[in-house]
T-cell receptor, first 115, second 115 residues
Framework: NAGVTQTPKFQVLKTGQSMTLQCAQDMNHNSMYWYRQDPGMGLRLIYY???????DKGEVPNGYNVSRLNKREFSLRLESAAPSQTSVYFC??????????????FGSGTRLTVV | DQQVKQNSPSLSVQEGRISILNCDYT??????FLWYKKYPAEGPTFLISISSIKDKNEDGRFTVFLNKSAKHLSLHIVPSQPGDSAVYFCAARGNSGGSNYKLTFGKGTLLTVNP
């Protein structure tokens, strides 16, 4: 099925551990994004990649790194996980940066708990 | 600085009645506004959008109204159905320079449609 695929769906980490969240899209979209959703905070942009080969910080980039591996894949890395990074992480893609009239396509999310 | 505000965390309506979800924004440079719907354990899905040069866009039961002078938009759902029960996010597109458009989301409103 066409769309955005995120792995894993669930993860529990200990404080200080590292991990990489994977995201892949098969819609030939140019732009990709990582958001986190916390209760009462809505969706906040962590990093985005307007096109292959470029990445930029969003609203809450501290503690994260990203890699736009190719046009399809955009990964998010937590180098040293902290309890404050407990959240639901969503990857999204759009044909063009900002996805105006047709919006973003989101993955189903990764629920991460840091203990 | 919250640029997109959804001041009602929740809304409850009866099946068949109208649901009105509201959103306010502060940045006059936003050029597109979008609504997303999110069910539990799923990613947000694009619902409807409106360009800043329009004041109304309609798609079936869903209509979005934009009042630029008041920096306010609203989503009307008529008639409301139990399957519309979800969290609704308002989003606005802004330009951070060059072609780097990205969306800023509100905190969301939980709509419950009672049978």
């Amino acid at each position: 099925n066409a769309g955005v695929t995120q792995t894993p769906k669930f993860q529990v980490l200990k404080t200080g551990q590292s991990m990489t969240l994977q995201c892949a899209q098969d819609m030939n979209h140019n732009s990709m994004y990582w958001y986190r959703q916390d209760p009462g905070m809505g969706l906040r942009l962590i990093y985005y990649s307007a096109s292959e080969g470029t990445t930029d910080k969003g609203e809450v980039p501290n503690g994260y790194n990203v890699s736009r591996l190719n046009k399809r894949e955009f990964s998010l890395r937590l180098e040293s996980a902290a309890p404050s990074q407990t959240s639901v992480y969503f990857c999204a893609s759009s044909e063009a940066a900002g996805g105006a009239s047709y919006g973003y396509t989101f993955g189903s999310g990764t629920r991460l708990t840091v203990v | 600085d919250q640029q997109v505000k959804q001041n009602s965390p929740s809304l409850s309506v009866q099946e068949g009645r109208i649901s009105i979800l509201n959103c306010d924004y502060t940045n006059s440079m936003f050029d597109y506004f979008l609504w997303y719907k999110k069910y539990p354990a799923e990613g947000p899905t694009f619902l409807i959008s409106i360009s800043s040069i329009k004041d109304k866009n309609e798609d079936g039961r869903f209509t979005v109204f934009l009042n630029k002078s008041a920096k306010h938009l609203s989503l009307h759902i008529v008639p409301s159905q139990p399957g519309d029960s979800a969290v609704y996010f308002c989003a606005a597109r802004g330009n951070s320079g060059g072609s780097n458009y990205k969306l800023t989301f509100g905190k969301g409103t939980l709509l419950t449609v009672n049978p």
